[in-house]
């Protein structure tokens, strides 16, 4: 069983930056496509942002020069850098570790990010 344990979320006022970090327990992290994920209340979940093992990326149109998602397969750990945060990016964030090979997904826990004044 793969288990992945966020942390990093928290309070910040607009404009301002957080990193969120993921840890993943698997001694295969680098087969696993890496994503951020977040849901807002009353809303779906939806993507923010990807990280295949051999570097790609994507990101959600409403992020894409603000947010960097980044990953040390050493440290079997993925970041999400989030600068000039708005409050539209609050919501519950969680780390995402899709098998591609067998399509299974494992998620964290979720860490809630609040962007206010």
């Known amino acids: 069983q793969v288990q992945l344990v966020e942390s990093g979320g928290g309070l910040v006022q607009p404009g301002g930056s957080l990193r969120l970090s993921c840890a993943v327990s698997?001694?295969?992290?680098?087969?696993?496509?890496m994503g951020w994920y977040r849901q807002a209340p009353g809303k779906q979940r939806e993507m923010v942002a990807l990280?295949?093992?051999?570097?790609?990326?994507a990101y959600a149109d409403s992020v894409k020069g603000r947010f960097t998602i980044s990953r040390d397969n050493y440290k079997n750990t993925v970041y999400l850098q989030m600068n000039n945060l708005k409050p539209e990016d609050t919501a519950v964030y969680y780390c995402?570790?899709?098998?591609?090979?067998?399509?299974?997904?494992?998620w964290g826990q979720g860490t809630q990010i609040t962007v206010s004044s």
């Open positions: 995402n570790a899709h098998h591609v090979a067998s399509s299974t997904d494992y």
């Open positions: 990280r295949a093992a051999g570097g790609p990326t």
């Open positions: 698997t001694i295969r992290f680098n087969i696993y496509r």
